[in-house]
Nanobody
Framework: QVQLVESGGGLVQAKGSLRLSCAAS????????MGWFRQAPGKEREFVAA????????FYADFVKGRFTISRDNAGNTVDLQMNSLKPEDTAVYYC?????????????????WGQGTQVTVSS
């Protein structure tokens, strides 16, 4: 059984920074892709960023390019999301997700495991 646990959310002012972390556990955890998604009130869950577990290639949604950075620590089974220059519209619950198949996908339906989410609130 794979478990993903997010941490690091909170309240921050606009233009500030936060770092989210996702800790993965479970025997023989070996995803192909780890991703971050977010869901704002009244909106659908959307893709934010992803990283290949092997090789470290990264993918970003256009609205976070240049502001967010995803990284992973294979040894520690963690994936971080560094968020800089935050905007009020970044306010959402952020979820960590794992995809076991090889091809990169941005749909939440293509991810196999999910964390419980962590709230990020950006005040103006």
């Amino acid at each position: 059984q794979v478990q993903l646990v997010e941490s690091g959310g909170g309240l921050v002012q606009a233009k500030g920074s936060l770092r989210l972390s996702c800790a993965a556990s479970g025997r023989t955890f070996s995803p192909n892709i780890m991703g971050w998604f977010r869901q704002a009130p009244g909106k659908e869950r959307e893709f934010v960023a992803a990283i290949r577990w092997s090789g470290g290639r990264t993918f970003y949604a256009d609205f976070v390019k240049g502001r967010f950075t995803i990284s992973r620590d294979n040894a520690g089974n963690t994936v971080d999301l560094q968020m800089n220059s935050l905007k009020p519209e970044d306010t959402a619950v952020y979820y960590c997700a794992a995809r076991m198949k090889l091809l990169f996908k941005t749909s939440e339906n293509d991810y196999d495991y999910w964390g419980q989410g962590t709230q990020v609130t950006v005040s103006s």
